[in-house]
């Protein structure tokens, strides 16, 4: 029974650059959520998606970032003309569905940036 | 923000119980509490949750107040490996889960 998988795991990305995380949930989970972590900070959430759909976006940055998860494949967080505030640990998580207050989502064991 | 309160830091001797307390007293009565933790440079692992009953599942015990503001996360027998930041969360349906500071957990020789 996989988990919640990342790639890839390390990333270092020049200033400027595109950064592309990809998550592939859980069997079975529709689900996706990312959260980023800065350096000595806590998880803070940025993206909730459906297949196909963004459900809540307000964690999101404004500028430069966007994610996606298509009908088929992974979901992927990109990051565009990354910065080096940019660097942090991204966690995917993902549920099998967002109905009831007593489910729980799993997370992946992350992706590092690092813009040099 | 987060709606829980946690003590930043704790320590236990291994092979003890480590009783880690969170404090939720603005829960309403949908809203679940959960309990994850994070080991350095891994992502956060689900430990338990419950409503309003004790939970007990491989990993360790949910204890919640009868009046539920407030609950304790209980490993019975604490490990070197148990070392991590715990994070208590309340989280209602459709909401996200919004993680605090946490209290990171030492267990020590």
């Known amino acids: 029974n996989a988990g919640v998988m990342q790639n890839p795991r390390h990333l270092v990305r020049r200033r400027g650059q595109e950064a592309r995380l990809r998550c592939s949930p859980m069997?079975?989970?529709?689900?996706v959520y990312w959260y980023r972590q800065l350096p000595e900070e806590g998880l803070k959430f940025m993206v909730y998606l459906q297949k196909e759909n963004i459900i809540d976006e307000s964690g999101m940055p404004k500028e430069r970032f966007s994610a996606e998860f298509p009908k088929e494949g992974p979901s992927i967080l990109r990051i565009q003309q990354v910065v080096r505030g940019d660097s942090a640990a991204y966690f995917c998580?993902?549920?099998?569905?967002?109905?009831?207050?007593?489910?729980?989502?799993?997370f992946g064991e992350g992706s590092w940036l690092t813009v040099v | 923000d987060a709606k829980t309160t946690q003590p930043p830091s704790m320590d236990c001797a291994e092979g003890r119980a480590a009783n880690l307390p969170c404090n939720h007293s603005t829960i309403s009565g949908n809203e679940y509490v959960y309990w994850y933790r994070q080991i350095h440079s891994q992502g956060p692992q689900y430990i338990i949750h419950g409503l309003k009953n004790n939970e007990t599942n491989e990993m360790a015990s949910l204890i919640i107040t009868e009046d539920r503001k407030s609950s304790t996360l209980i490993l019975p027998h604490a490990t070197l490996r148990d070392t991590a930041v715990y994070y208590c969360?309340?989280?209602?349906?459709?909401?996200?889960?919004?993680f605090g500071p946490g209290t990171r957990l030492s267990v020590l020789p």
């Open positions: 998580a993902s549920s099998p569905s967002r109905q009831g207050s007593g489910n729980t989502i799993y």
């Open positions: 969360i309340v989280r209602n349906y459709g909401q996200n889960f919004v």
């Open positions: 069997k079975g989970h529709s689900h």
